[in-house]
């Protein structure tokens, strides 16, 4: 399926229409963001990266029941996807304290949470992505209650078999985010996963291996992507 013109650029993906107006081609750029913009760059070979990382995740969720928006991966930049009416909300799931918990709760970072935290946050670039909750989802009309089942149930059961998916790889699933959309009456899990929105730590030396070495400039952030992807596909992984 061939991409036609653009729909839409964000930060690390390009949208393109294709000949069928129920599917859109995801491309994956190099460019990296963080803290709502401020620091930019690039992370050379992180689209091609993230777009594998990605396609076999959604394949390995696939498998296990979960709905997702992946069809196929194109190349080494595209993947093919479900066209989505992007539901606003960024539901973030926690297993072990970092990032924004630690600040905001004063937990240790590395402390292993007693059960999985899940957390939503408003999609607004003007905003910052403010952390929210069901009574503002409900009240602004970002989702409906049934679908904010969805997307916690989802979200719950997506958290369980990642872990599995990357311990058994000696990853641990630190923290990460989602986005769902509505397809066809239906919500689907949309987006990326990838180490860009998820914190992935070597579960022998605890290294980390996500965006979080280009957040706060910690040098390897190729060398760690590719780790990542290496541990993912290794012959007896893949
Ligand atoms: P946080 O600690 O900054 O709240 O982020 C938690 C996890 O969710 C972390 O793996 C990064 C990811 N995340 C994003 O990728 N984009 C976002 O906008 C948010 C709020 C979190």
Redesign the pocket.
């Known amino acids: 399926m061939e991409r036609l013109e653009k729909i839409y650029e964000g930060k690390a993906k390009i949208i393109y229409k294709t000949s069928d107006p129920d599917l859109v081609v995801q491309y994956f750029k190099d460019d990296a963001s963080a803290f709502n913009g401020a620091k930019k760059g690039t992370i050379v070979d992180k689209g091609v990266m993230n777009n594998h990382i990605s396609s076999r995740i959604f394949q390995f969720l696939a498998n296990e029941g979960i709905e997702t928006h992946f069809v196929e991966t194109l190349n080494d930049r595209e993947m093919l996807v479900k066209k989505l009416d992007i539901i606003p909300v ?1 539901v ?1 799931l926690r297993n072990v304290a ?4 630690t600040k905001r709760l004063g937990i240790e970072e590395g402390t292993v949470l007693r059960n999985p935290v899940l957390e939503f ?1 408003y999609k607004s670039d003007p905003l910052g ?1 403010p952390m929210i909750n069901e009574c503002h989802i409900e009240t602004f009309g970002w989702a409906t209650k049934k679908e904010m089942k969805v997307l916690k149930s989802e979200g719950l059961k997506i958290n369980s078999l990642l872990i599995e998916f990357f311990k058994a790889r000696n990853i641990r699933l630190v ?3 989602l986005e769902f959309g509505r397809h066809k009456g239906g919500v689907l899990l949309g987006d990326e996963i990838s180490p ?4 992935l730590w070597h579960w022998d030396t605890g290294e980390k291996m996500d965006k979080d070495r280009f957040r706060f400039n910690l040098g390897s952030v190729e060398e760690k992507y590719q780790k990542v992807y290496d541990l993912i596909f290794l012959p007896s992984n893949g």
Not at 196 to 199: A, I, L, V
Request: proline share 0%.
């Open positions: 960024e973030v970092a990032g924004s918990l946050f992505d923290d990460f985010k860009d929105g998820c914190r």
